[in-house]
């Protein structure tokens, strides 16, 4: 069952839980899922948004610049680590992750990106407006400490590129009860 909800009173539980991991959820041939750490909850062009900061080399990536979608997964409560263990240090290239992270997939609304039940908290999104962020316009201690150039683009903790920004309209705000 679905709890639809004001976008506004989940804003808290959102931003505190964000710097410590939630989940970018995409349906392209397959679901994936990958932890986050970055994001921003608010409005763009008057339209309620959430935008994410994805390396380009991610599979995610592909995955959203196909679809053009993407659902936001929140957890409640303190989450099983072995999610964020399978879908923050592995790639969707070569792991199915509803099956390493054992996740339960719920339905979407409005979009076709399905949620998690482990995370309840749910925003579905459809992006607005994508963007590669220049690197040389990053202040140089955070270019240094971000974008080392020393692990390849394959590896899933790669930190050579560049990030693309993706502005997701929010079309629907619930919890997975
Ligand atoms: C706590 C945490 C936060 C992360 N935040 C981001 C992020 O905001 N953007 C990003 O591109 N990668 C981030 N990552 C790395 C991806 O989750 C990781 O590379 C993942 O394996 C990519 O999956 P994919 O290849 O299936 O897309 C984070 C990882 C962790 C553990």
């Given at each position: 069952m679905k709890e639809f909800v004001e976008i506004n009173a989940l804003a808290q539980r959102v931003n505190e839980a964000l710097p410590k991991g939630i989940l970018l959820n995409t349906q392209g041939e397959k679901f994936n899922s990958m932890v986050i750490g970055w994001g921003a909850l608010g409005t763009v062009w008057g339209l309620p948004a959430f935008t994410v900061y994805v390396r380009e080399g991610r599979y995610t990536r592909e995955q959203l610049d196909k679809t053009g979608e993407f659902t936001i997964s929140v957890p409640l409560?303190?989450?099983?680590?072995a999610i964020a263990k399978a879908c923050g240090w592995q790639s969707g290239r070569n792991v199915d992750k509803v099956q390493a992270a054992g996740l339960t997939l719920e339905p979407p609304e409005v979009n076709h990106t399905p949620g998690i039940r482990e995370y309840p908290i749910t925003l579905e999104c459809r992006v607005l407006y994508a963007q590669k962020q220049e690197l040389s316009g990053i202040p140089e201690p955070i270019r240094t400490r971000?974008?080392?150039?020393?692990?390849?683009?394959?590896?899933?903790?790669?930190?050579?590129d560049a990030h693309v920004a993706y502005i997701g309209q929010i079309v629907s705000a619930y919890i997975i009860r």
């Amino acid at each position: 069952m679905k709890e639809f909800v004001e976008i506004n009173a989940l804003a808290q539980r959102v931003n505190e839980a964000l710097p410590k991991g939630i989940l970018l959820n995409t349906q392209g041939e397959k679901f994936n899922s990958m932890v986050i750490g970055w994001g921003a909850l608010g409005t763009v062009w008057g339209l309620p948004a959430f935008t994410v900061y994805v390396r380009e080399g991610r599979y995610t990536r592909e995955q959203l610049d196909k679809t053009g979608e993407f659902t936001i997964s929140v957890p409640l409560e303190k989450p099983d680590p072995a999610i964020a263990k399978a879908c923050g240090w592995q790639s969707g290239r070569n792991v199915d992750k509803v099956q390493a992270a054992g996740l339960t997939l719920e339905p979407p609304e409005v979009n076709h990106t399905p949620g998690i039940r482990e995370y309840p908290i749910t925003l579905e999104c459809r992006v607005l407006y994508a963007q590669k962020q220049e690197l040389s316009g990053i202040p140089e201690p955070i270019r240094t400490r971000m974008y080392p150039q020393d692990v390849d683009s394959s590896n899933p903790m790669a930190n050579r590129d560049a990030h693309v920004a993706y502005i997701g309209q929010i079309v629907s705000a619930y919890i997975i009860r």
